[in-house]
């Protein structure tokens, strides 16, 4: 693994990582002002910084994660751009329902002055199984 590919896979856990411990304002820095995804099932979109990352102070703020795995993380680097993708597999609870879903998640970033930051996000195969909670 080259320096670029470190650089690009210490982005995205740094991404991963500010979510999963409950701080996902932290993800600001690596992500573009102007960032958009493309909703599961390309069922919509959401576009900028603000709005992406409100998206998972919602689900912090509402959801609790009872289990979270990722593997098959694979990384693309062409020029100034890279791409990320890995499976995912989470439990998580709401107030009616737990969740178990599963997919793969991917990222595409570009190098800003020296600095890989996010540009654009969706998931795909998802899978989700859920139940009511007690």
């Not at 320096?3 to 982005?11: A, G, I, L, Q």
């Not at 959401?46 to 689900?59: K, M, P, Q």
């Not at 509402?62 to 795995?69: I, M, S």
């Not at 570009?110 to 007690?134: C, H, L, N, P, Y």
Request: proline share 2%; with cysteine.
């Amino acid at each position: 693994m080259d320096k670029t590919e470190r650089e690009v896979r210490s982005t995205m856990a740094a991404i991963n990582r500010a979510w999963r411990e409950n701080r996902p304002l932290d993800m600001k820095p690596h992500i573009h002002h102007d960032v958009a995804m493309a909703l599961p099932g390309y069922s919509g979109s959401i576009a900028g910084r603000d709005t992406l990352i409100g998206s998972f102070v919602e689900f912090c703020t509402n959801a609790r994660v009872l289990e979270y795995r990722e593997h098959d993380e694979q990384v693309q680097i062409i020029g100034d751009a890279a791409f990320v993708s890995f499976q995912f597999e989470m439990v998580y609870e709401r107030a009616a329902y737990r969740e178990r879903s599963k997919g793969r998640d991917v990222w595409a970033f570009r190098r800003v002055g020296g600095k890989w930051i996010a540009i654009w996000r969706t998931m795909v195969d998802i899978k989700a199984e859920r139940s009511q909670t007690v």
